[in-house]
């Protein structure tokens, strides 16, 4: 089907943001999806803070957009916005790196304070990069994500159905825009 780079913008090593998109890769590899998982915090710091375009891992990570026809950015929420972390990568992305592509914002935070930020503080940047189909986001309280005694990912109900939703209308998403392309192949 469609080639999906899967983004976590957190900088933690034992992120929830990571955790929650490799649990959603998942299930988007079942649905037949060919998934590229990309850590932002395993980039270089001095290439990211540098502005570094032409530092090997930030062209291979703007290959990696190049590729897809489809992303999942998910970020933690700090102070009302997406993480700094995946600013800096962005901003080291072509203006239009996003062109063409569907594209999923996810995001974790710890308080329904911070449900807005998918809307008011990642979709304008995703847009702006071009991107042809923002489909409707979800933000997940970082409580909601857990890890059970033998490592696994848990998704609490609730949220794990409203997750299950917006990825499956990504997914849907995806498959009309491969197949319009296909036809015009």
Known sequence: MAAILSVSGSP????????????????LRLQGHDVTPLDVRTLP???????DFRHPAITGATALFERADGV????PVYKAAYSGLLKSLLDLLPQYALTGKTVLPLATGGSTA????????????????????????????????????????????????ALARVTDQFSSALGGRTAALASTA
């Open 12 to 27: 933690s090593p034992t992120s929830r943001t990571a955790r929650l998109l490799r649990h959603l890769d998942d299930r």
């Open 45 to 51: 710091a001095e290439a990211l803070l540098g502005a």
């Open 72 to 75: 999942v950015i998910g970020t």
């Open 114 to 161: 911070h449900v807005l930020a998918v809307d008011y503080a990642l979709r304008p940047v995703l847009s702006s990069m071009g991107a042809l189909h923002v489909v409707p986001g979800w933000f997940t309280l970082d409580r909601d994500v857990t890890v059970d005694d033998s490592g696994a990912t848990v998704v609490a109900p609730g949220a794990a159905e």
